[in-house]
């Protein structure tokens, strides 16, 4: 993938802009051929890895657009997708949902202090909580609001 910027130079990039928006694309390379390899698979999902996990943890980062999810129709015909042009996953597609669907999504269980208290830590988004109190069992949604770094959110409910 050629044009990628150093994870460095784009964590600066968001420091300095910090809440403004703060725009990067992949270029596809002057001279390179413009098609899926094996080799460049593989790339493209290290990459994927390092920026997509540079940028979930930055605090001016609220949302990520990827361009040209497949290499079907994509920009400037460049094996950019997460799919190929027949739509199968690349590798890169498989580490991403590695990531999404498994390291950061928040799956804990546990039981409560005496005094009715559960702490956990979690990503800032919507949650399906199950409580189990006296045999019977309650379930509910709750979201927990996006929060700036250092700081910590406390949500006290009743169950019926």
Same mark, same amino acid.
């Given at each position: %993938? ?13 420091? !300095? ?8 694309? /992949?270029?596809? =390379?002057?001279?390179?051929? $413009? ?8 790339? *493209? ?5 390092? !920026?997509?996990? %540079?940028? !979930?943890?930055?605090? =001016?980062?609220? =949302?990520?657009?990827? +361009?040209? #999810?497949?290499?079907?129709?994509? +920009? *400037? ?5 997460? $799919?190929?042009? @027949?739509?199968?996953?690349?590798? =890169?597609?498989?580490?991403? %949902? ?15 202090? /005496? *005094?009715?208290? #559960?702490? !956990?830590?979690?990503?800032?988004? @919507?949650?399906?909580? *199950?409580? $189990? ?8 949604? $709750? ?13 006290? #409910?009743?169950? /019926?």
């Amino acid at each position: %993938m050629g044009g990628v910027r150093a994870v460095r130079s784009l964590w600066r990039a968001l420091a !300095f802009y910090g809440d403004d928006h703060c725009v990067w694309r /992949p270029r596809a =390379a002057a001279g390179r051929p $413009l098609v899926t390899t094996p080799e460049g698979e593989a790339r *493209q999902a290290h990459e994927v890895v390092r !920026f997509y996990t %540079m940028l !979930f943890s930055h605090p =001016a980062v609220e =949302a990520i657009t990827w +361009w040209d #999810f497949s290499d079907r129709g994509a +920009w *400037q015909r460049a094996p950019a997708g997460f $799919l190929r042009a @027949d739509m199968s996953p690349k590798p =890169a597609y498989h580490e991403l %949902m590695k990531l999404i669907k498994g390291k950061w999504w928040t799956r804990v269980e546990g039981t409560t202090d /005496p *005094q009715g208290h #559960f702490s !956990f830590r979690g990503f800032s988004g @919507d949650y399906r909580v *199950q409580v $189990l109190v006296e045999g019977r069992t309650t379930e509910f949604e $709750l979201h927990l609001p996006l929060r700036r770094l250092g700081t910590r959110s406390e949500i006290t #409910f009743d169950l /019926p």
